[in-house]
DNA sequence: AGTATCTTTGTGCGCGTACACAACTCCGTT
DNA sequence: AACGGAGTTGTGTACGCGCACAAAGATACT
């Protein structure tokens, strides 16, 4: 009885079922061409030996190109986005000995049509597989239908979309997360109990699904916690200029002096941080928001933001290219959801959030 | 002229450098054998190609194996270093192809002899590295100092040795973290200042240099916002029994009903919120600590915890594996000084960090 | 010139897997 | 008995790299 070596190889399947290597890869890979008797007899003893494949030389010798597209609004630098897209970079890098690459395509978030024919352009492109974002919810189900028709397998980040079956998806519980930035908020509250949540949309319509979860998280914790609190709201068009909003905030502020708690659902806390440094006033006011753009960072170091939620979007992009990498390269099981923490940051522990942000 | 491929092997490399494949790998290996001509011509094209090694090739060639020793205090299950060397394993598991093993050895945290032996016998295992927590300040110089003369690599993990000189090290800035949980307590006072910092120690020997470290920068943030707030102190035992235990938390909040606050810079904060609960005094007090484990997380859920900050254990046991793996087998460079961040858990946002904790 | 020694360079095999292709078996047909 | 074809099975080469060993060139000494 030859004894096993420690780690065990094609090459033992075959010889216990006694059959060549050969026949034990087209088990392995599902191909046709093997008898019944044979397919049971390796199946067995993969079973038995509980077998797992050498990624790196399985990787090394099958010598694919695997083609990724990653779909994502466009953006500026140092924005949300612009963080799931270096994780998705890092990723790339990270795998490249798999000759992975990923592709960047980028539409216009209020056009829908832009959406769609950025879409046909990944199509055209034939990928193995996609990861993008479903902001447009209605134009998302045409998409995925066409990408499962085609068998191409899709990750979701940010958000996801109930009807769609994608292979993983990372994002916030967006809810759960409006709930908790309640709690912290209200934890600033002492007596003065009112608060303004600030939007910032493009003539009424939101950037996504997303904020609007977390307001509905938000408004539900004060309705079980702090139903007498008054919420007012006040909407601030992106297209607005500067002393247009400025004009607006102090005639809010004039007529509502009680209020000194703000919130923002949004990344864009920064417009109202910026205007609390300019009016002077961020000593009495608190104002919690979303996301670390630079411009929010550094409101959150001056004081005129008392806390940010966080939710790694580096991470998101990261683990997205990597679970296509995972499933169609070294065909191992993915989990499908995969909601990310929900962080809070203050001016005392930012520091070395970033710093594990960044690198790999 | 021949045109170069996508990713560069050391035969385009030998191709240009008009050598052979073996005397680029003993320059990229740095062994001797190569006149000064070759290896500068050899060098120049590799830094102009910017060639990087196909890893997986590199390893599966090698086929060397590589033993990993990681020691710990010795502890049960679900504590903070339970969840470390979780995630060594699960990093074990992770580049497992590359013929990786991971040994755990334990000590008994108290007891400097217990640490030696367990440091001597890492040493007669002869491993390829080296990953341990430095709780033992005096005797760890003595243990780095060896494996250093034998120029084997080691990663810290939880807290470091100024003096020593790690591969890496992965832990948490526990003053910052004492600060930032002087600002999340106080921010639950109200008007209510008074608070207590419990103990808990063993002989007044307290368990290691990070709790000293977190208590100093909690004293340094008070000092800074809440000079008038008054600072209590109450020692427990960790020999204590239950009973004693009580009895002295009754004493304590006899004769000084007003403290409303309390935090621990250990992980047995479930020994106050326990109490709390008992006493049925959650409602009007409130309680920070650190750490996920399972009885904290239930005090957390159940109220009698307000707060924990966590550390990602399970990522410091992980990175510090992978870290060694990259230095050695990749021959990557790696970051030296790694800080996690300062993880802010409520009830409410829990279970989204536990989820992402527990994958990999 | 011949030989020994040292330095430098080139070659070939193996790591574990994927896949193309060759080879063999079995069975029915001519 | 010879042949063809489908269904199976085995074999060889390649992937990119590391390493042992062979080969060739350089130098010094007899």
Known sequence: MDKLPERIRIKDIARLAEVSVGTVDRVLHGRPGVSKNSRERVEKILKELDYHPNMYASA??????????????????????????????????????????????????????????????????????????????????????????RKIPYVFVDSQVKEASPLAFFGQQAMQSGYFAG?????????????????????????????????????????????????????????????????????????????????????????????????????????????????NVNCLRKGTVTFLIAQQPFFQGYNGIQTLCKSLILRKEVKQVNYMPIDLLSAENLDYYLDSQESE
Chains 1, 2 share one sequence.
């Open 60 to 149: 090394l010798a099958s010598n694919k190109k695997y083609n990724f597209v990653c779909m994502l609004p466009l953006h500026s630098t140092r924005s949300y986005w612009h963080d799931i897209e270096q994780g998705a970079r890092k990723a790339e890098l990270s795998y490249s000995d798999f000759h992975i690459s990923v592709e960047m395509l980028h539409y216009d978030p209020y056009d829908f049509s832009s959406f769609e024919s950025v879409g046909k352009k990944a199509l055209d492109m034939n990928p193995d597989g996609v990861m993008f974002s479903p902001t447009m919810s209605r134009t998302t189900l045409v998409f995925t239908k066409e990408l499962e028709e």
């Open 183 to 295: 709690r912290m908020l209200m934890l600033l509250a002492h007596e003065k109990e009112a608060v303004v949540v600030f939007r910032h949309s493009r003539g009424g319509q939101m950037g996504s699904n997303q904020q609007h979860e977390r307001e509905i998280g938000f408004r539900y914790y004060m309705n079980e916690h702090h139903k007498t609190c008054k919420i007012w709201e006040l909407d601030v068009d992106v297209r607005q200029n500067q002393e247009e909003t400025i004009q607006l905030l102090d005639d809010f502020f004039t007529s509502h002096p009680e209020v000194k708690l703000g919130i923002t659902f949004n990344s864009q806390v920064h417009v109202f941080g910026e205007y609390l440094e300019y009016r002077n006033k961020s000593k009495a006011f608190n104002l919690l928001g979303y996301d670390l753009l630079d411009r």
